[in-house]
């Protein structure tokens, strides 16, 4: 009996916590080195968002709904000057601040859906068929019967079926039904993963189950999960203005989004002479899924091996 | 005493296909041997012929339909996944794609470690990586820290041999290891397991199509045709003296760098 | 002294893209005379399938001919480029029409090529004969109909299996193919039926067949043989070498990194690595005595079957691995692996030696230097 095999036995199963960390340093450094162009765009958001979140907290900026007074009167109807970049509108309410705090929500609806239906997407996606069996056929049937499933008159009925519709519903709503796709594309690559020698030989290390799905199967479709996330980013922002633009948001005063500052407007929509109220919101809403399509297109990149750098 | 090792008792893979009209097709039928301690045992046949059925269900990555396999006088079943692996290990037969290609080499490595030996310090880790990369004859400062796709076929495959030699297994079980390496790498994978056979007294089961390779390294054959055995016995009775009229045509095809088919 | 079929000078072919330019084939030079069976053998990316699509005439869209010369039949299939950059476009423009024209009256007719992993080019949603109709338009340029107007310049004349055929009508040219397959030993069946029904030897010996309709003067065979069993293997060969005893084709190149198959059925061997051709030799002297280090190390790493008994001496194996192609050594390409090299290996790539004195084995290697 050699050395080795002689700690062996003397120490029996008691380890891996530490592995574990280890895996996820490892699994990070990957990921910052594969994904570089992502990274950078990523990092970039969240600048913004902190910008945004700081800006918000200038007492000027604070508050939405504050009805800005000139002198003794209120300054309703404004067009855009130094004291009020975009504008007021006839609740003497100042539209930049207004855009700000909209964006700022927006960008963390969209966070949020992206997290609740990339998850969704994996969970269905990449350990139903890795688990096999039952799960893998209850999978694929919850993933067909939404996909099949006419999302947007149904995210409407349900919208207002509610009275009182508060932000985290409509998010869960929008987010649990924007992923049948994803988990199918993900599930589809994941069958091919599955065959490979390279999940034997992590079996024959004696890695279980799940832990060979997140180390070894998820890395491989990294690149799939991001652009998933960024894409369902896009799509949360997009349908949460167009239900709360049909007034089928959340309509409380603590959370307003881009979509809320188009309904809150409505009356003003189309009207030449107040462009600056219900152009704006547009423009940013437009910028924001700009900034998505230029990180989902670097992805292109990424997938075609010929045009990734070698290392 | 020769010390038997593994023995594999009517082991047999049936697949059904189709739900209505339902057919049968066997991956292995009724396949029994054994291996003893330090023999290398060469299960030869022609491309469905099971050979790769029987390693899978050996290395536990298939379930039999039926049969037994008894490892040092216990059935395989009553072994936890992490004992039986510390016992028999594998090689594939494509080197790049036992990797995963999102990670380094020395990822299979430092796996199969942390498995075996994961209380042990990162400097003494080191330590037994080198020595163990150094006895399939590779230098740590050449493989380790680099992407698969950097090194050639038969590095691959030998540092994939490295990774199993961690687990200081009694069995390795190696499937066609040499078909997908250049010409002039083979002879290296088939000397180190000749060495390992002759040094540390491992049992090899190795898998081919090759018969030319199946008689420069074994100790025995078995020939298999469509999942069952047809011929099995010492290497030169087998591949000289063929009384099985399936080997006889088998070995008359074979291509030979010593005969000339006229 | 035999007629000479093909004469291949100095030609060079690089793998061109983003990758960078690869020297695939960098400079290699060779006769065959009618009646060869010769083998190119070498390790897998040493440059033998570049080296057989460059014979052709029309090598696949990454790989570009870059300079040398191939004479196929005394027919030139390659201009010259030339040196003056402003003419590239134009040079361009005429070697297009020249391979165009290499295609539709070389291939087939004079050379057959029969790619590598061929058994899956066979169209999976059309039957064999439909298959076979497609490529006759391709290389003939109408398409065999069943009845055509009886307008005499309608009909075209070619020369299918070695007999005259009128190239229009489809139930003559079919009757044509299907004798030429029973050559081959297919029945004549196979022709009704989807590539998935048959055989992975079958699909080769289809695919063989096409590429010998028209008897041409020299076959080039890649890799035919090596996605199959060892049995479907033999009677493989044994087709390539029925083709020659029954006058189909009468000299092939058959391109493989198997030497025991070589050894089968070649006459003449040529050894590549790294793109550079480092010997010429006859089958048995490449097989019994070697002369490139690089081959003796190739011959001495092979585990081949004994029939006779089990005296297997020690194999070896050459360590290290090829030089990369993307920016290939100066000197000769096997030095860093070569257990005899010398110090004039490293500066300059050496010239051929004939150290037996007479053409028929050259190598290119210092040691022979007289």
């Known amino acids: 009996m050699t050395f080795e095999k ?34 950078t765009l990523i990092m970039g958001l969240v600048v913004l968002v902190i910008i945004l979140e700081i800006l918000t907290k200038i007492p000027r900026l604070s508050d939405p709904f504050y009805s800005y007074k000139i002198g003794a009167s209120y300054a309703s109807n404004l067009p855009p000057s130094w004291d009020f970049w975009l504008g007021t509108d006839t609740g003497s309410h100042d539209i930049f601040v207004m855009i700000l705090h909209g964006t700022r929500n927006s960008i963390y609806f969209g966070i949020g859906c992206a997290l609740l239906s990339t998850t969704l997407a994996i969970l269905l996606g990449v350990f139903g068929p890795f688990v096999g069996g039952k799960a893998d056929t209850l999978s694929s049937f919850i993933t067909n019967i939404f996909m099949v499933f006419p999302q947007l008159p149904f995210i409407f009925f349900i919208a207002s079926l509610m009275k009182t519709r508060s932000w985290v519903t409509v998010m869960i709503i929008i987010g649990s039904f924007s992923w049948p796709w994803a988990a199918r594309s993900i599930r589809s690559q994941v069958l091919t993963l599955r065959e490979r020698n390279f999940i034997k030989v992590s079996k024959m290390s004696a890695l279980g189950n799940m832990r060979i799905a997140f180390s070894e199967v998820v890395p491989n479709v990294l690149t799939y999960i991001l652009l998933v996330f960024c894409i369902s980013f896009g799509i949360g922002i997009i349908t949460e203005a167009g239900i709360s633009m049909l007034g089928l948001g959340d309509q409380g005063q603590n959370f307003i989004t881009l979509g809320f500052v188009m309904w809150y407007h409505e009356p003003y929509n189309m009207s030449p002479h107040y462009y600056n109220i219900w152009i704006s919101p547009g423009i940013v809403l437009v910028l924001i899924y700009l900034v998505f399509f230029v990180i989902q297109s670097s992805f292109i990149n990424t997938f075609n091996p010929r045009t990734r750098e070698n290392k | 005493m020769v010390e038997e090792i593994i023995r594999i008792e009517n082991l047999t893979k049936r697949y059904i296909s189709g739900i209505i009209k339902q057919k049968e097709t066997y991956g292995a039928l009724d396949v029994s041997f054994d291996i003893k301690r330090g023999e290398i045992l060469s299960l030869v ?34 072994y936890k996944i992490k004992k039986y692996y510390e016992n028999v290990q594998g090689i594939f037969q494509d080197p790049y794609s036992s990797y995963n290609f999102f990670y380094k080499v020395d990822h299979v490595l430092n796996q199969a470690i942390s498995h075996s030996l994961s209380w042990v310090d990162i400097a003494e880790k080191e330590r037994i990586i080198s020595n163990t990369l150094e006895i399939v004859g590779l230098r740590g400062t050449e493989t380790l820290g680099r992407f698969p796709h950097q090194l050639s076929g038969g590095q691959l495959q030998r540092i994939l041999l490295a990774r199993c030699l961690l687990f200081k297994p009694r069995l390795l079980i190696a499937d066609e290891p040499t078909s997908m390496v250049d010409a002039c790498a083979r002879a ?74 006229a | 002294m035999a007629e000479l079929v093909l004469k291949v000078e100095d030609i060079k072919g690089y793998y061109k893209g983003s990758f960078g330019t690869v020297h695939a084939v ?167 039926r989807y590539p998935h029904e048959l055989s992975g030897g ?169």
């Open chain 1, 6 to 39: 002689k700690i062996l036995l003397e120490k029996p199963e008691e380890q891996e916590r530490s592995s574990v960390s280890i895996m996820l340093r490892k699994v990070f450094q990957a990921i910052k080195l594969r994904y570089k162009t992502q990274f």
């Open chain 2, 45 to 78: 046949g022609e491309s469905g012929s099971g050979k790769s059925t029987v390693a899978n269900m050996i290395l536990r990555l298939l379930k039999p339909t039926m049969g037994n396999i008894i490892l040092l006088g216990k059935n395989i079943k009553e």
């Open chain 2, 188 to 261: 290296e994978i088939l000397n180190l397991l000749k060495k390992l056979k002759d040094k540390s007294g491992i049992s090899v089961l190795f898998i081919t199509h090759d018969i030319g390779q199946a008689q420069y390294i074994s100790d025995r054959v078995i020939v298999m045709k469509k999942g069952e055995i047809v011929e099995r016995g010492p290497t030169n009775d087998v591949f000289l003296n063929p009384k099985n009229d399936y080997t006889q045509n088998l070995l008359a095809s074979v291509p030979s760098i010593y005969r000339k088919w």
């Open chain 3, 26 to 192: 960098d400079g290699v030079t060779f006769d065959i005379y009618k009646g060869d069976i010769l083998a190119i053998a070498g390790e897998s990316g040493c440059g033998k399938s570049s080296l057989a699509e460059l014979l052709t005439g029309s090598p696949m869209p990454m790989l570009h001919y870059e300079s040398g010369q191939v004479t196929v039949n005394e027919i030139p299939i390659y201009i010259p480029k030339p040196e003056d950059k402003s003419k590239l476009g134009k040079w361009r423009k005429e070697q297009e029409k020249l391979s165009n024209q290499t295609r539709k009256d070389v291939l087939c007719k004079i050379i057959g090529y029969v790619p590598q992993s061929s058994q899956d080019s066979l169209n999976p949603v059309k039957k064999i004969r439909k298959f076979i109709l497609d490529v006759m338009k391709q290389r003939v340029g109408t398409k065999p109909k069943k009845q055509i107007k009886r307008s005499k310049e309608d009909i075209k004349y070619d020369t299918l299996d070695g007999q005259k055929v009128r190239i229009n009508f489809k139930e003559e040219v079919l009757t044509r193919v299907r004798e030429h397959l029973e050559k081959l030993g297919l029945s004549g069946d196979v022709l009704g």
């Open chain 3, 202 to 370: 079958m699909k080769q010996r289809i695919v063989i067949g096409i590429s010998t309709l028209w008897n041409p003067l020299i076959l080039i065979a890649d890799e035919p043989t090596s996605a199959l069993d060892v049995t479907t293997q033999k009677i493989l060969i044994e087709t390539f070498m029925h083709l020659r005893e029954m006058g189909i084709v009468e000299t092939i190149v058959y391109i493989s990194h198997d030497i025991p198959t070589l050894a089968q059925i070649c006459n003449k061997c040529i050894v590549m690595y790294a793109g550079k051709l480092v010997e010429f030799n006859s089958m048995d002297n490449i097989i019994h005595s070697p002369l490139h280090p690089y081959s003796q190390g190739l011959i001495h790493s092979i585990a081949s079957f004994n029939p006779d008994g089990s005296a297997e001496t020690d194999l070896n194996s050459i360590p290290g691995r090829p030089p990369n192609l993307r920016d290939p050594p100066e000197g000769c390409r096997f030095y860093d692996r070569c257990n005899q090299r010398m110090d004039i290996c490293k500066e300059e790539y050496p010239p051929f030696f004939s150290p037996n004195g007479n053409d028929s084995s050259r190598v290119a290697c210092w040691l022979y230097k007289k």
